[in-house]
């Protein structure tokens, strides 16, 4: 393997989206506050299409993913007793359907390329398994935190490790794949 090959600060990709992204926080949250149901869906069609939002509404050309998925999270945050109440009663029919698609989508991985050198085999299949990944460790997490007080704090004192271990597991990643 060729060490010039790796690049740790590929992963930040994301990093000026979100300053960007938090300096507009509170236009965003006043958004999905008002049109939740008008602005997801939108942002989804954007997403799986691949279209992205065009100039004049995307000053900075903050990526998509970005803005979908951060909308996402403030969605779950305004509304958060809704998603806990889901999340926690059809959590035994998420966790499997998780599984299933993590799978297809692992089987999946080497055939559709986005431009930016990674390739998957359905793109749509992709998004749906993150989306569905993060709604499954956030339902687990909090039926964890909600059963287990003690986990509750061990997950705190975790908590500042998680961006250093986001950090490098695209680069572990190659080792195993």
Known sequence: MN??????????????DL????????VISFLVRKVPYI???VLAVLLFTKTGIPYPFNLFNVSIHSIFFFVLGCAVAEYYPIFRKIISVRFSIA?????ILSVADLFNING???????TFGSY???IITIIAGMLFWYGL???????????AVFIEK?????????????????FTM
């Open 3 to 16: 060490i010039k090959k790796i690049f740790l600060h590929i992963q930040f990709w994301f990093l000026k």
């Open 19 to 26: 300053i960007i992204l938090n300096c507009l926080s509170k």
């Open 39 to 41: 602005i997801l869906p």
């Open 95 to 99: 966790a499997p359907i998780y599984g």
């Open 112 to 118: 559709f390329d986005d431009g930016g050198g990674v």
């Open 124 to 126: 749509p299949l992709h």
């Open 141 to 151: 997490s909090c039926i964890i935190v909600s059963k287990y007080e003690k986990a």
């Open 158 to 174: 975790l908590a500042p490790y998680s961006f250093f271990i986001y950090a490098f597991h695209e680069y572990t990643q190659q």
